[in-house]
């Protein structure tokens, strides 16, 4: 490996393993996701999944089901980047779960040109359309 992508993977797993401690901010229960967007080296959003601002901070019903309006962290995180004054035209989105198709679609729309996870989703669509729309997928195991 050349000098570049030793220091791009070793960005990489420092950016996925803080999205993993961004995900201990999450209240659901069934599954902790976090997620970052970077430009340029630089953080320029967060998220986590939970309940929409002002909600009560419980995610799942009394059937431990999640709520269907519970948001995704790849969509907390795009959706903070609409309410600053930053671009994600261009970033890398660290995500600890590999996305749905519905984050996939907000990702594509966002100009988002690279996606970093750390584990998979039991669906692959949001994958695959990733893949369609050019934007590079990257697995990471942060522990290796």
């Known amino acids: 490996m050349d000098t570049i992508n030793d220091k791009q993977l070793t960005l990489d797993k420092r950016y996925i393993r803080m999205a993993s401690i961004w995900a201990e ?44 309006y519970v948001l995704h962290a790849e969509a907390n995180a795009i959706t903070k980047i609409a309410r600053s004054n930053n671009s994600s035209d261009g970033a890398t989105l660290y995500v600890t779960a590999s996305p749905c198709i519905e984050c996939a679609k907000l990702i594509i729309q966002a100009g988002i040109k690279r996606v970093v996870y750390s584990e998979k989703y039991r669906l692959e669509d949001g994958l695959e359309l990733l893949k369609k729309a050019n934007i590079e997928v990257e697995y990471i195991n942060p522990n290796e």
């Open 25 to 68: 901010n999450s209240y659901c229960n069934r599954r902790k996701v976090g997620a970052l967007i970077v430009k340029n080296q630089r953080i320029i959003s967060d998220g986590y999944n939970g309940t929409p601002s002002g909600f009560e901070n419980i995610c799942e019903d009394e059937n431990n089901v999640t709520k269907p």
